[in-house]
């Protein structure tokens, strides 16, 4: 994989867990993936997450239902480099690894949550982060950015303009405002473990968790 052919190229992608994948996953990704003219966006499913607790399933499990989430859409594909990977998921060495990839002029975008962008000064070594990617934070309707104590060496290389993202390669950070979907992989664990549907699961994952009886019980 090497893109290193001129600044328009991208290689845009989303980590997490996905335990288990739903629909506020799908919809974030497309949404970006329309904003950058239909780009293929890349689900980095985490193997040991590090500021998380253990997925409640089987790695085979989650991508299980990651391949049959992304089955359904051309703009979605799955990286992984993590769940192969033969250590703990730090993004820091994913992006170092992605870099040597794709090269030096490729675009690399890393889409974030506002959550897990608020944690970012948790994340091992995420000053560089910027000296790598570009960051996109999927942000909710009506959220305030200056109200929450973000980092402010981050908030200094925000931008307006989302083509500024293909333009250079990384240090740039944006915000995507995205249709509101209060999703929760949580509250879905517990809504199953409970004997209950959610409608936020792609209909061939809740089959799959269905027929595997998965999240019957909730993880301590």
Known sequence: ?????????????????????????????????????NA??????????VHKAAPNVTNS???????????????ISIDLREINADTASYTIDTLKQLRREIGHHCSLVMVIGMDSFITLPQWRDYQQFLELCHILVLQRPNYSIAENGLNQALLLKRVEDAKQLVTSSAGKLFFLEQPNTNVSASE??????????????????????DQHKLYQEISA
């Open 188 to 209: 879905i664990r517990t809504l199953l473990a409970e004997g209950n549907k959610s409608e936020l699961l792609p209909k061939a994952v809740a089959q799959y968790i």
């Open 1 to 37: 994989m090497n893109c290193d052919k001129g600044a328009k190229a991208m290689y845009i992608f989303m980590g997490g867990t996905f335990d288990p994948v739903h629909k506020g996953h799908l919809r974030g990704a497309r949404h970006v993936s329309a904003l950058y003219g």
């Open 61 to 75: 499990q989650r991508l299980d239902m990651l391949s049959l989430a992304a089955l359904e859409y051309r703009e």
């Open 40 to 49: 293929v966006v890349h689900l980095l499913p985490t193997k040991l997450p």
